[in-house]
């Protein structure tokens, strides 16, 4: 596809009642802009109702928000990316603060999902909880504060598209961009941003706890790709405390009796000691292995054409 300066993408799977509605307010927001759906295996009229309002539409065979965000990252070309969904949660009044923080230099703009105070109920409680401990993990894991990091609706340079490596194929699409801007060092900001209710018809695809849980797992399984060394060290904590309980057994007796009666409870404690070893290890030899990789990854990134205006001052705001 040609080059856009701004480019709305919306990933769907069978949202053909609101997907209309998504696509007319978004080009009434940003008349420049251009509208691509991304038809993810949608059993419904989704690819056919975007087209009617004006979107071009591209097809994912895979089922799978990831796939389908994956397939609009490879296959669009613009200076901004504008992400929503397309089931009509999100509010079209705050595009253009999306695409004007990226024009100013800003690399992923996330919106903090608000709710008013009549309309609290369409945040579902276990969604709200699990986006709580989630967003709380990912700040505790890699130090990286976003209040909401689980938000489908952000904006997104070039050279962080273009430069993003991910393999998710899931919900955990997010968390993946999360862990991108964190490893490379990009620029981020937050805005509230309404949340509202989904029209009637439209019905969610997210589950609390399955994809909850898929969301978790793929947070430690990036914990432990980007910081090793950590993860691995954490991993070793049990192993040295049960080898220090064995030995001091052998060891009291030995101060007692002069005697080790519990050798093997000895073996064992140095079995203990050598595996955490080499867990240790392993995790400095992945460290240098990310280290290349981060840098490949920062090389690449830095290579993309950066915007004209600086948005340094903005690193980590929240506007």
Avoid at 34 to 54: F, H, L
Avoid at 294 to 309: I, K, N
Wanted: glycine share 6%.
């Amino acid at each position: 596809m040609t080059c856009s300066r701004v480019v709305v993408i919306v990933p769907c799977f069978n949202e053909a009642a609101t997907i209309a509605e998504v696509v007319n307010s978004f080009t009434q927001q940003l008349p420049d802009c251009r509208v691509i759906v991304c038809d993810n295996a949608s059993t419904d009229r989704t690819g056919q109702a975007a087209q009617a309002a004006g979107a071009t539409v591209v097809h994912e065979p895979r089922p799978g928000k990831g796939n389908a965000v994956r397939r609009l990252f490879a296959d669009v070309d613009a200076d901004c990316y504008l992400l929503v969904d397309g089931d009509s949660t999100y509010d079209p009044l705050d595009a253009q603060r999306f695409v004007t923080l990226v024009d100013d230099g800003i690399d992923m703009v996330v919106g903090i999902r608000k709710t008013r105070t009549d309309e609290i109920t369409v945040y579902r409680r276990g969604h709200r909880f699990g986006n709580w401990i989630l967003s709380y993990t990912f700040l505790r894991l890699f130090q990286f504060d976003i209040q909401d990091t689980l938000s489908g609706y952000r904006g997104l340079s070039r050279r962080f598209v273009k430069t993003f490596p991910s393999g998710a194929t899931g919900f955990e699409i997010e968390t993946d961009m999360n862990v991108h801007a964190a490893s490379i060092g990009s620029s981020y900001a937050a805005i509230d941003t309404l949340y509202r209710a989904r029209p009637e018809g439209s019905v969610s695809k997210l589950s609390t706890y399955r994809d909850g849980w898929r969301i978790l797992r793929r947070n430690l399984r990036l914990f432990r790709d980007w910081r090793p060394v950590m993860a691995f060290s954490l991993l070793s904590i049990p192993w040295l405390c049960l080898g220090g309980f064995l030995f001091w057994r052998a060891l009291a007796d030995y101060l007692a009796i002069d005697e080790v009666p519990k050798f093997p409870s000895l073996i064992a404690a140095m079995a203990c000691f050598l595996i955490a070893l080499q867990i240790c290890v392993a995790g400095i030899i992945l460290e240098r292995v990310k280290r290349s990789r981060f840098e490949a990854m920062r090389l690449a990134y830095l290579a993309m054409p950066a915007p004209l205006s600086s948005g340094g001052q903005d690193v980590g705001r929240k506007v």
